[in-house]
């Protein structure tokens, strides 16, 4: 299992859950509605396995656009 949190700029978490980690060699897929990412800025996703003892995990960073 996975467990993802997602902050805005200000480092506030505006989503987060729980998935099945996807079979070995297959891409992870993670549908965020809209609404979610409700302004324009830079956000960063971190996923982590639960399982891990050390409960590291990865950052990913990524801009939404000003429309």
Known sequence: ELAYALRNSAGEQVGSGRLPRPAAGTPLLLL????TLSSSGRYVLSVRDTASAEGTGTDYTFVVPTP
Request: net charge neutral; proline share 25%.
């Open 32 to 35: 965020v509605p809209a609404s």
